[in-house]
Each structure stands twice: as structure tokens, then as C-alpha cells.
Nanobody
Framework: QVQLRESGPGLVKPSQTLSLTCTVS????????WTWIRQPPGKGLELIGV???????YYSPSLNSRASISRGASRNQFTLQLSSVTPEDTAVYYC???????????????????WGQGTQVTVSS
């Protein structure tokens, strides 16, 4: 059974870059579609972007090219970098797996068959 776990700092200062890592166990990022999704307080889910099994990436245009997703330094990891953060980027950040490519907003929970537990990231000085 595949398991995902997000890791990274819980507090980031405005204008800095948010960096998160998703570690996958029980599966391979050489298969399927690996996604970053966030949920701001009091709001719904928002797709950030996807990296495919072949390394192609897709991003939500609402982030104005601030997001970058890549394979991690270790096997079976992928990362998120979000630059020039503001307090509006405060959210619970999730990594998730899909068996098909979904790049629409808002994402539906049932389109993803595995989720991390989520990690709270707060943007504040």
C-alpha cells in the first residue's frame, strides 16, 4: 500500500521560498502522477501542480509561475518550491497520487487514491 509523507518548515517569512518534500513508500514515482494540493484556512482544495512518471510538470496558472515541482534528491521523493510567498500562501499542503493526469481546479478528493497527512505552512514575519 502506497504511503506519502510531507516534510518541511512550518513557518516561512514573506518573500521567501517555501520548500516541501514528499516521500513515497510502497510505490514508485516512476509510475503514476504525483501532485501537490493545498487548502487555505476556511477554503477548499487548490491544485498547485503535478509531476508525471516521466518527469513532465504541469502547474496551476493561478500561481503565476511561482511553483516548481521536481524529483527529489533521494529515490521516491518529489519536491515543491513556491517562491515569493505571501500570507495568502498559508495553508495545509498535501501531496497525493493519481492514476490519471488531473490538472483542473478545484481538485476532487476521489480523483486521488493516496494522500499524505498534510503539513501546515504559515507565512508570517
Amino acid at each position: 500500500q502506497v504511503q506519502l509523507r510531507e516534510s518541511g518548515p512550518g513557518l516561512v517569512k514573506p518573500s521567501q521560498t517555501l520548500s516541501l518534500t514528499c516521500t513515497v513508500s510502497g510505490g514508485s514515482i516512476n509510475d503514476d502522477y504525483w501532485t501537490w494540493i493545498r487548502q487555505p484556512p476556511g477554503k477548499g482544495l487548490e491544485l498547485i501542480g503535478v509531476i508525471t512518471y516521466s518527469g513532465n510538470t504541469y502547474y496551476s496558472p493561478s500561481l503565476n509561475s511561482r511553483a516548481s515541482i521536481s524529483r527529489g534528491a533521494s529515490r521516491n521523493q518529489f519536491t515543491l518550491q513556491l517562491s515569493s510567498v505571501t500570507p495568502e500562501d498559508t495553508a495545509v499542503y498535501y501531496c497525493a497520487r493519481a492514476r490519471r493526469l488531473f490538472i483542473h481546479n478545484p481538485p476532487r478528493r476521489d480523483e486521488y487514491d493516496a494522500w499524505g497527512q498534510g503539513t501546515q505552512v504559515t507565512v508570517s514575519s
